[in-house]
C-alpha cells in the first residue's frame, strides 16, 4: 500500500503531524520556513501561520483557538484567531546548537518534547524534557540525545516511547500516572533498516507507527514490538504519521526535501508533501491535549 499526495507542499522540513477532531483537520509545520500548516480535508481548505522563528513541534490544548507551540528555542502559546504569542520559557539557553524537536502531550495533559543538536558532530547533548499543567518544567531522567523523536505514549498512558534517531533504536519505558518514570529498555531495535526512526503514534490498538526517515515508508510495530506491516511513500524522508479524518482511518505523513541534491529532488519532486492513506479496520485516538 502506498500513500497518495494530499498536499504539494514542497516543504524543506515538513514535521509534527496532529489531527483536530475538534476543527476536522490537520495541522503540521514547515520547520526550516517557520510556519504553521492546516489542511481540513472536508473542503480542501488549506491555511498558514508565519511564526517569529523556527516552529519544530506544538500541541493541541483545552481550547480551540490556541496551541502550545515549541519554537527553537523556547516554548510559547500561539493564538490561531489573533495570532498573539505568548512566551512561556526558554528551553536549553546555555546550549547554542540545540534545538527543540519532537513532543507529544501524555494521557494526563503535560507536554513531553526533546531536542535535538545540529551541531555537524551531533554529539548527545540534548535532554528530554516536560511541562506541566502549571507551567514548571522539568528534564526527564532519560538518557542525553542527539535527535530526539518517537515520543508517545501507550493508550493507557503507562507507556512511554522515545528514541535518539541516530542510535537506531526506539526506546520504552514505564510511565507513571505521578510523571514518574522507571525502567527503560528496547522496543524495537531498527539498526538495519535504511534510514532512521522518525516521529511515531499509538494508535487505537496499542501499535506503534514509525515515520522512518531515508527508508520511504511508515511502519507499524505491535505492543510487543514485532513488526506488523508498513505504507510505502513515492519519497524517501517521512517525518511524522497522524491518524485522522472523521472515523480516525486516514494516516496523514509529513514529509521532507532537506538534504536532497538537484538529481534527488528531480527524482522527488513531491518530497516535502503531505500524504495520506486510509486504513482498513484500523483506528487512531484523539490526540492529548495540554491541560495547562
Not at 536549553?92 to 535535538?116: A, I, K, M, S
Not at 508517545?152 to 535518539?164: L, N
Not at 534510514?195 to 527508508?215: E, F, K, R, T, V
Amino acid at each position: 500500500m502506498q500513500a497518495r499526495l494530499i498536499v504539494d507542499g514542497k516543504h524543506e522540513l515538513g514535521e509534527c503531524a496532529i489531527w483536530c477532531e475538534r476543527s476536522q483537520s490537520v495541522y503540521w509545520t514547515d520547520i526550516q520556513a517557520s510556519r504553521l500548516w492546516n489542511h481540513r480535508p472536508a473542503d480542501g481548505a488549506l491555511r498558514s501561520w508565519s511564526m517569529p522563528e523556527r516552529l519544530s513541534v506544538f500541541a493541541l490544548t483545552a481550547q480551540p483557538q490556541r496551541l502550545l507551540i515549541g519554537l527553537a528555542s523556547r516554548l510559547a502559546f500561539f493564538d490561531l484567531v489573533t495570532e498573539v504569542i505568548t512566551p512561556i520559557c526558554e528551553v536549553e539557553p546555555d546550549l547554542p546548537t540545540t534545538r527543540l524537536n519532537d513532543g507529544r502531550c501524555d494521557r494526563h495533559g503535560r507536554f513531553v518534547f526533546g531536542t535535538l543538536n545540529e551541531d555537524s558532530e551531533r554529539a548527545p547533548i540534548g535532554s528530554f524534557y516536560r511541562l506541566d499543567a502549571d507551567l514548571k518544567l522539568e528534564r526527564l531522567p532519560l538518557p542525553s540525545i542527539a535527535i530526539s523523536n518517537s515520543v508517545c505514549f501507550s493508550p493507557d498512558g503507562s507507556r512511554m516511547y522515545f528514541c535518539d534517531t541516530l542510535q537506531g533504536k526506539i526506546m520504552c519505558c514505564d510511565y507513571h500516572a505521578d510523571g514518574t518514570i522507571g525502567d527503560q529498555r528496547v522496543f524495537v531495535d531498527l539498526s538495519d533498516v535504511q534510514g532512521g526512526p522518525d516521529g511515531s503514534l499509538i494508535d487505537a490498538d496499542g501499535y506503534l507507527w514509525n515515520a522512518q526517515w531515508g527508508a520511504a515508508r511508515v511502519a507499524r510495530y505491535a505492543p510487543d514490538g514485532s513488526f506488523d506491516r508498513s505504507i510505502s511513500l513515492p519519497v524517501s524522508q517521512p517525518s511524522c504519521p497522524a491518524l485522522g479524518g472523521a472515523a480516525f482511518d486516514t494516516l496523514y505523513i509529513t514529509t521532507a526535501h532537506e538534504g536532497m541534491n538537484a538529481t534527488q529532488r528531480l527524482n522527488e519532486l513531491a518530497a516535502g508533501g503531505l500524504f495520506g492513506i486510509t486504513l482498513d479496520g484500523i483506528r487512531g485516538l484523539p490526540e492529548s491535549r495540554f491541560a495547562g
